[in-house]
């Protein structure tokens, strides 16, 4: 299925924007949601602390998986929209940005690996990384939330 | 999407196995489908039919909605309609991505697995393309992420490994 996500910061997201900008946040609804880090309630949370600080956030669209493209082409955004925030994996946000050519596209989420999941024991586990991550390989985090876990509940094959 | 590759030919694969086998052939029906159709159920089918054929032992054909979601692998290995065939089996050939050849891995302990996917990175899926295309590479494949995205049969060429279904009819 797919991608393991962790949020950036709002911090981080901030110094990418500007008070002057039309924001468009764009969702995907697949492997960020069992991340926390996409789907309706995240990004009605994103778009709420970006008001909340001044940032005029204009649209808000939710795909049912971002890494397909005909769903990012499909997204329909107000005129005038001069960033794109990327509530997706790093191949859903190349997909926004291939079906929105001419706007700056931001990443809500940074792309650590690919994951398994057990709903049964409530976790994602993080399998085979990149590069960056390499370090955080086996991790898992709480599903639904990406809380990460202390205590490892599914062990890795030797 | 995930985007995976296939390590060996229908001839390497054949090495792997014998005549005395019992063999499943595990198909999962997600991201690899997408894979130039390295997955699904044609992929499962067109290959047990050819290993049949060729006098091999196929005790099972498994498709999966998700290899990925241990949950939905673990009920293979208890559920009634599927027990016996797994606890019979000697060997599973996925044809699914490393997620899920780790899952069968975990659950299946003591059967030979045949290594059969690459997973080469994250890609995007298009009608216009019918296929995924690899657009966020690993790294250790040494391969250039692109957003336009490289056809996986352009991927496995640079990799010296194959995009697709062992089996095509």
């Not at chain 1, 797919?2 to 697949?30: F, H, M, P």
């Not at chain 1, 050519?101 to 999941?117: C, F, Q, S, Y």
């Not at chain 2, 498994?62 to 060997?91: K, P, Y």
Request: charged content about 25%; glycine content about 8%; aromatic content about 6%.
């Amino acid at each position: 299925m797919g991608a393991v996500t962790q949020a950036r910061s709002l911090d981080e997201l901030k110094s990418e924007l500007s008070k002057a900008d039309r924001i468009a946040l764009i969702s995907c609804n697949t492997c960020v949601r069992f991340c926390g880090t996409g789907g309706v309630e995240r990004m009605e949370e994103l778009a709420f602390q970006l008001r909340k600080e001044g940032y005029s956030v204009t649209d808000q669209v939710l795909v049912t998986a971002a890494c397909i493209c005909d769903y990012t082409q499909r997204a329909r955004l107000s005129p005038g929209i001069t960033k794109v925030i990327a509530l997706t994996c790093d191949s859903g946000w190349t997909s926004i940005r291939r079906a929105l050519p001419n706007v700056d596209v931001i990443k809500a989420n940074r792309t650590l690996g690919i994951m398994i999941v057990s709903p049964s024991k409530g976790v994602i586990k993080l399998m085979k990384t990149y590069e960056a991550y390499k370090d955080r390989l086996g991790d898992e985090f709480e599903l639904l939330t990406g809380k990460p876990k202390s205590e490892k509940l599914i062990p890795m094959e030797e | 999407m995930i985007i995976s590759l296939r390590k060996l030919t229908y001839e390497d694969l054949k090495k792997q196995l014998s005549k005395e086998d019992k063999i499943v052939v595990w198909a999962c029906n997600n991201c690899v489908r997408f894979c130039d159709g390295f997955g699904g159920r044609d992929a499962m089918n067109n290959l047990a039919d050819q290993l049949e054929q060729d006098g091999f032992n196929v005790i099972r054909r498994e498709l999966i909605g998700m290899s990925c979601v241990l949950d939905l692998v673990h009920l293979r290995a208890i559920e009634d309609a599927t027990r016996e065939f797994f606890e019979q089996a000697t060997v599973i050939i996925p044809l699914t991505c490393e997620d899920g050849l780790d899952n069968l891995k975990m659950v299946f302990k003591g059967k030979k697995i045949i290594d059969v996917p690459k997973t080469v990175g994250l890609g995007i899926l298009s009608t216009d393309w019918h296929t995924l295309r690899l657009t966020i590479p690993f790294e250790d494949t040494g391969l250039k992420p692109t957003p336009e995205g490289m056809p996986l049969e352009e991927a496995a060429k640079q990799l010296g490994i194959y995009a697709g279904p062992f089996v095509t009819k």
